[in-house]
């Protein structure tokens, strides 16, 4: 059978790929430690669950709205109202499925073939495939490990031309951890602000896990509240990482500008793919909402923690070069001290995606390679620390020592 040529030339995503392997290799009987997944290790709260079975009982089965319920839309634009900033209404909401989602239908509704999205890298692997499944083609804004993972506004400027049609930033970063200030996140987004025909995408799915224990300037700050942006500024949010509730597939994109041009085409496009999220989850979402200053905090501070847990452990391996990571829950470690070496099993590690795959394999530790996440993140591995103190401190200490142990 024959398959697009768009389609057969995609990669699949590299952490799930990795969350699998280490799935069938712990059915094996492997003692594996798994640090691939961007998954919380906590429950959804018992109060949401609670939320979504009464939605269920009552009858709320049928089609509802596609960009989502009334209720929800207007618990959303009131978050993004009171806690970003954002001046925005019920109507500038589009409930997806998942952030990823959201991420996507921006694409699509943003880019025509030959147009340029600029991404700061290293970046979530994702962006790249959804700007060219659009026919974009991606420009990378390069921020290495000597910059602390950080662009400039030069050298954002840099990156910008007649053919920009969107900018994506992402703070806290996935892959690196890394947090900008509020004062960093405003210079770059006064770059995009005098290019006038960019939008600017923020994708702030990680926003209730910032580290000031960390990074005492790491604050949570939205592009889309600064008023010579805010018709030119799409958010992207949800609720799998800051409520633990990955599977639920809960996001949502903020798009007040233009007359609501946007998040119209947002919901034109959802309705020829997936048309609205279940409708008993809808409920149960709104109470999410409600509940997530107390329960993300709780959450933040267990994670701060690792954070902390986790810089200090990896600076201790000498050969890699570490940013402790001062939001959402991923370390990127610089691996290239490793390269040209030999494992304790005889394989030669010449790039992350080599170093990876040794170390799963002779010291059963799982790891996502850099390749994916831009030219400047070969020689990098992610981290994800969404797992207990014990697995971390174990699971570095095997990499520490697998790493002593090459030639």
């Avoid at 390679?369 to 831009?374: N, R």
Wanted: hydrophobic share 45%; proline share 7%; with cysteine.
């Amino acid at each position: 059978m024959r398959i697009s040529t768009r389609v057969g030339s995609l990669r699949g995503s590299a952490t799930l790929a990795v969350t699998a392997r280490a799935k069938a290799l712990r059915a094996e009987g492997r003692d594996v430690i798994g640090f691939g997944a961007g998954e919380p290790d906590f429950d959804t709260p018992e109060e949401v669950k609670q939320a979504a079975w009464e939605a269920l009982q009552s009858g709320a089965t049928k089609y509802a709205p596609t960009p989502g319920s009334p209720e929800l839309r207007a618990a959303v634009a009131a978050r993004m109202r009171e806690h970003n900033g954002i001046d925005c209404e019920a109507a500038d909401v589009v409930v997806t499925v998942g952030a990823k989602h959201a991420a996507f239908e921006a694409m699509q509704c943003l880019v025509d073939p030959g147009d340029e999205v600029v991404i700061i890298t290293p970046a979530w692997l994702s962006y790249r495939p959804m700007v060219e499944l659009a026919g974009g083609s991606v420009v990378e804004c390069a921020a290495g490990i000597e910059q602390g993972f950080k662009a400039t506004p030069e050298g954002l400027k840099a990156c910008l031309t007649e053919r920009t049609a969107a900018v994506i930033l992402n703070s806290p970063s996935n892959p690196t951890g890394v947090t900008y200030s509020p004062d960093e996140l405003a210079a770059l987004a006064e770059v995009v602000a005098d290019h006038p025909d960019a939008v600017l995408v923020s994708d702030e799915i990680y926003e209730d896990l910032i580290y000031p224990e960390v990074d005492p300037a790491a604050a949570p700050f939205s592009p889309g509240s600064m008023p010579e942006l805010a018709d030119r500024t799409v958010t992207l949010n949800g609720l799998s990482k800051s409520m633990a509730m990955t599977g639920w597939r809960i996001g949502w994109a903020v798009a007040p500008g233009g007359d609501g041009v946007l998040a119209k085409g947002m919901t034109r496009l959802q309705s020829q793919m997936t048309s609205g999220i279940p409708t008993f989850l809808m409920p149960a979402a709104v109470k999410a909402l409600e509940d997530q200053p107390v329960r993300s905090g709780a959450m933040r501070e267990v994670f701060a923690e690792r954070a902390r847990l986790v810089a200090e452990l990896l600076s201790g391996i000498d050969r890699f070069r570490v940013v402790p990571p001062s939001g959402a829950f991923y370390a990127f470690p610089d691996i290239s001290g490793c390269f040209g070496r030999t494992s304790p099993g005889g394989r030669a590690i010449d790039s992350a995606g080599t170093f990876a795959e040794a170390l799963l394999e002779e010291k059963e530790v799982a790891v996502v390679p850099g390749d994916d996440f831009g030219e400047i993140a070969r020689s990098h591995i992610r981290i994800s620390f969404a797992c207990s103190d014990d697995q971390i401190r174990d699971g570095v200490a095997r990499i520490r020592d697998w790493v002593d142990s090459l030639e």
